[in-house]
């Protein structure tokens, strides 16, 4: 018994960072999103709302073409991201003599801070000096001057790029570690038995890293959501409005527009989004392993 | 500005210069003096303020201002992309600082941070007739006033003397000169015709095309309020910022995401010949460690008018006020005294280690020493400033400047290609603003 306590008392201080770092300000969050608050009139919540917040958010057209982008940027970073994640990992599976090199220059990508990544893929595809445009204009002529950032497009699939080289690496060493628990016999058998490669890896090997696969589809799907960094220092946002993330949105109207009150009704469906796949990544986790120990 | 008319421009500007300065003496002022007797001795005025080389050249020179009054300054510096947000939590969450910097567009929206100094000021021999109205303005609210002006820029265009030679053309005047004197460059070297910025960041993307809607007559906002710049002449100025870059091809590529920066690192790098930006990047464009252009290769004159119009500049100010919960109103009012003294602001211009352009008295704009350190420019300046009247901006800019420089973006880029549609759409935006 007064083990147990001690146990508890021993939670004490780490509750209590807890509460205070994040406890506390969602909670004020959540009050703010029913109140207005305008920063430039009033330095404390003001009158109660009730859900005009939240309403205002599906009237308001920069709340729309927020939620549209970071759809497009979470789907095809999470899908590009497994897979080359998967790839990756299956290249590096095997046992050669730039094993350990290749890990090593692998995590670096991971190690750099995410607004570092966007000031740099910045200057790498400026038309005029840039390394990565300089280079492909000397490979490809037809692409010399174009100017990458500038259209929508372009700019939405170089923000996913980054992203994706930037996450990659990480989920890599996630795929390895659920490699390392694929029994190699059963391979071996396939493999004895005719089977081809890619026969094998989708047949045996994915079927078997499901688990895996489905956590580091959550995982990507939640840092996704959040992207902020590389989109204030590679496209601010643009051009126009076309990459322009939920994380990026609400930003601009806590901190550009000041409207506290509707900034915290957009963190709090944005929060709301995550908590709602949080929930149903625990259920597949949770029915994986009933699946595993019936 | 040829070098022809710079010199004109310079002489005729002299006699004024005298003039102004036997005003100045004659009417007395005076420099600025530390309260007798101390009575502040002790106290620490703790200052927030944007990183820049001026305000460092200013913190470099407090000793003296340490012993006049025995009042101890510290500095903190902030990057200017964080600066609104570093200045937001201070007035949010209060803090320890008793001044802080203060871009004119943040001003009203920041209005709780700040406090009134008018008596403060008015004991501190400060000559506000000597700040140009288009910078003062930016230190009050509703008619009080709440900071002086420190730093102030008006616009010029910078271009490469020997490009323009070589492309036998003269600095142009107007906008239609520009255009063909772009494409004249464009055909005799590799050098693109002039860099702008269409790119989204603090409203950057505005501040030329601003210089359009008002030579084609428009504004922004009409006397009720209600956005203008969606009128003939906002679609006019706007189809012309835009066409420089999509039809008349004489912006550099990639300059549809180009921020202000970026076309200066383009103009100093030495990929476009023309570069229309705030006067005060002069001292970065012939810095070998940033440059590759030499000063002799760099001539200035003002920015173009659209036809007949009158030449018209948009100004950025930074104001020092004081904070609402500043501990030590007094000390940091006689601080402030001291910061905005002329002869400070003189010392830094003319200090040869330096490079630093930025003046906002008219007395040193018109001082004949400075001009001639500085090839007369600052006498342009001073022109400009007599003239401009600058805007005010409400507590909602910031929100109204994303809107539109949002709109220029896009046109810029293709997102959009309707420009009436795009600027409708920006104005009724606006006017949902709630």
Request: charged share 20%; proline share 4%.
């Amino acid at each position: 018994m007064q083990d147990k306590s001690l146990s508890y008392l021993l939670l004490v201080p780490a509750f209590l960072i807890v509460l205070a770092t994040t406890l506390y300000p969602l909670a004020y969050s959540l009050v703010t999103s029913f109140r207005e608050w305008d920063l430039t009139k009033q330095r404390r919540p003001g009158d109660f709302v009730g859900l005009d917040n939240f309403g205002y958010a599906f009237t308001e057209p920069g709340f729309q073409n927020s939620l549209w982008v970071t759809t497009i940027f979470v789907v095809t970073s999470v899908i590009l991201t497994l897979v080359i994640a998967m790839s990756l990992a299956l290249l590096l599976r095997r046992k050669g003599r730039m094993h350990t090199f290749t890990r090593v220059i692998l995590i670096l990508p991971f190690a750099m801070s995410p607004a570092l990544i966007g000031v740099s893929y910045r200057f790498m595809f400026n038309p005029e000096f840039g390394v990565i445009a300089k280079g492909l204009g000397a490979v490809f002529p037809a692409l010399e001057g174009t100017p990458w950032l500038a259209s929508p497009d372009l700019a939405m699939a170089i923000l996913v790029l980054t992203d994706v080289w930037h996450w990659a690496p990480y989920m890599t060493f996630m795929c390895l570690g659920g490699l390392a628990s694929v029994p190699r016999e059963t391979e071996e058998a396939a493999r004895i038995d005719g089977a081809s490669s890619l026969r094998i890896i989708f047949g045996i090997v994915l079927p078997q890293m499901k688990g895996v696969l489905l956590v580091i589809a959550v995982l990507k799907t939640i840092f996704a959501l959040k992207m902020f960094d590389q989109v204030v220092t590679l496209t601010g946002g643009g051009p126009g409005t076309s990459t322009e993330t939920l994380a990026f949105f609400i930003f601009n109207v806590g901190f550009k527009w000041y409207d506290m009150g509707y900034a915290s009704a957009l963190a709090w469906i944005l929060t709301a989004i995550m908590m709602l796949i949080s929930i149903w990544y625990v259920r597949m986790l949770l029915s994986e392993r009933k699946m595993a120990t019936a | 500005m040829s070098l022809q008319f710079q010199r004109e421009d310079y002489m005729k500007h002299l006699t004024s210069a005298l003039a102004i300065t036997a005003a100045l003496v004659g009417t007395g002022v005076s420099a600025w003096e530390a309260t007798e007797g101390k009575p502040y001795d002790g106290e620490t005025v703790h200052v927030l303020a944007v990183k820049s080389s001026q305000f460092e050249a200013h913190e470099a020179r407090l000793a003296e201002f340490e012993e006049a009054t025995g009042i101890d300054v510290i500095y903190d510096y902030v990057p200017f992309p964080n600066m609104k947000e570093a200045l937001t939590t201070e007035m949010v969450a209060g803090g320890d600082y008793d001044v802080v910097s203060i871009m004119d567009q943040w001003v009203p929206s920041l209005q709780m941070l700040v406090q009134p100094i008018d008596e403060e000021i008015a004991g501190q021999s400060v000559d506000l007739e000597d700040f140009p109205a288009a910078h003062l303005r930016h230190g009050r609210v509703n008619g009080e006033l709440v900071g002086l002006p420190v730093r102030g820029h008006v616009q010029l265009l910078f271009y490469r003397k020997d490009l323009l030679e070589q492309a036998g053309v003269e600095a142009p005047s107007t906008w239609d000169e520009v255009v063909a004197a772009a494409k004249a460059i464009q055909e005799k070297t590799d050098a693109a015709g002039i860099a702008l910025p269409y790119g989204k960041l603090n409203g950057q993307n505005l501040m030329v095309w601003i210089n359009l809607l008002w030579g084609h007559g428009g504004d922004l906002f009409d006397k009720n309020g209600e956005p203008a710049f969606n009128s003939e002449a906002g679609i006019a100025a706007t189809e012309q910022y835009v066409s420089l870059l999509t039809e008349e091809k004489i912006a550099p590529a990639g300059s549809a995401t180009f921020v202000e920066q970026d076309a200066v690192n383009s103009f100093k790098q030495g990929n476009s010949a023309m570069l229309p930006v705030w006067w005060w990047v002069r001292s970065q464009l012939s810095d070998p460690e940033q440059s590759k252009l030499t000063a002799d290769q760099i001539g200035f004159t003002s920015l173009p008018s659209v036809g007949d119009a009158d030449k018209t500049t948009f100004t950025n100010t930074w104001i020092f006020a004081v904070t609402e919960g500043a501990d030590n109103k007094a000390a940091a009012a006689e601080y402030l005294g001291w910061l905005t003294d002329p002869a400070l602001e003189r010392e830094v211009l003319l200090d040869e280690n330096l490079s630093e352009v930025v003046a906002v008295h008219f007395s040193n704009l018109r001082d004949d020493e400075v001009n001639a350190r500085w090839g007369g420019m600052h006498s342009a300046a001073a022109d400009a400033l007599a003239a401009a009247e600058g805007m005010d901006f409400g507590d909602n800019w910031p929100r109204i400047s994303e809107i539109l420089e949002t709109a220029i973006s896009s046109l810029a880029s293709g997102e959009e290609s309707d420009t009436a549609a795009a600027l409708n759409h920006a104005a009724e935006e606006i006017k949902r603003i709630r």
